[in-house]
């Protein structure tokens, strides 16, 4: 079993609606937590990062949480636009440790 | 160029070829790695190289080389692959090996489409 479970697994939403990915992780000792973004045909490109300490970041029109006690995040795309049409990745990491869990990723397709 | 670079970016072969696939970092970091992404699949770790030392086989099967000849550059030789190899091969680097809180990310280059007939 995956140690990162995204959910859900697609969605597709109208241009300018609001929608929310939700990660869950068993990952131990947490260091932090990454959302990424993967065009298609792109490598993924970091959105936000957290720390145990920190509870959400923002960037943008992109806000992640993190409640490191119930060990979920999710991700909050605010009036979404047709560019954010992509594939969102969850990404947890051990601290002093090189190796990252990786999520399945949920595919986002933003319509007109 | 920056970031990340990495070619071909789409490479169709036989079972029977030998091909290889480049990386390049232009970000001065002492990190590389080969990753696999399979459709809605996590990305899957295959080689960690750290300082032109390699650090990380993680079961992957003789039919797939990594070479890094210098800090800079990583590839990763293909022979005799299978139809289930078929994926996006994904090139990332980071300042360092080891994750030491927020500040050693992995940034990834654009992948590399590989389609074994």
């Known amino acids: 079993k995956n140690q990162v479970e995204q959910s859900p697994q697609s969605l597709i939403i109208l241009e300018g609606k609001n929608c929310t990915l939700q990660?869950?992780?068993?990952?131990?000792?947490?260091?932090?937590l990454r959302w990424y973004k993967q065009d298609t045909g792109r490598g993924p490109v970091s959105l936000t990062i957290?720390?145990?300490?920190?509870n959400t970041k923002s960037n943008g029109r992109y806000t992640a949480t993190l409640d490191a006690d119930t060990k979920q995040s999710s991700l909050h795309i605010t009036a979404s636009q047709l560019s954010d049409s992509a594939s969102y990745i969850c990404?947890?990491?051990?601290?002093?440790?090189?190796?990252?869990?990786f999520g399945a990723g949920t595919t986002v397709t933003v319509r007109a | 160029e920056t970031g990340v670079t990495q070619t071909p970016r789409h490479l169709v072969m036989g079972m029977t070829n030998k091909k290889s696939l480049k990386c390049e970092q232009h970000?001065?970091?002492?990190?590389m790695y080969w990753y696999k992404q399979s459709a809605k699949k996590p990305l899957e770790l295959m080689f960690v190289?750290?300082?032109?030392?390699?650090?990380e086989n993680n079961s992957v099967p003789s039919r797939f080389s990594p070479e890094c000849p210098n800090s800079s550059h990583l590839f990763l030789h293909l022979h005799t692959l299978q139809p289930e190899d078929s994926a996006l091969y994904l090139c990332?680097?980071?300042?360092?090996?080891?994750?030491?809180?927020?500040?050693?990310?992995?940034?990834f280059g654009p992948g590399t489409r590989l389609t074994v007939l």
């Open positions: 990404v947890v990491s051990v601290f002093n440790d090189y190796k990252l869990s």
């Open positions: 957290m720390t145990f300490s920190e």
């Open positions: 990660c869950n992780y068993t990952v131990s000792p947490f260091s932090n």
């Open positions: 190289y750290s300082l032109e030392e390699r650090v």
């Open positions: 990332a680097s980071s300042q360092d090996r080891e994750d030491r809180g927020a500040d050693n990310e992995q940034f």
């Open positions: 970000l001065g970091h002492n990190a």
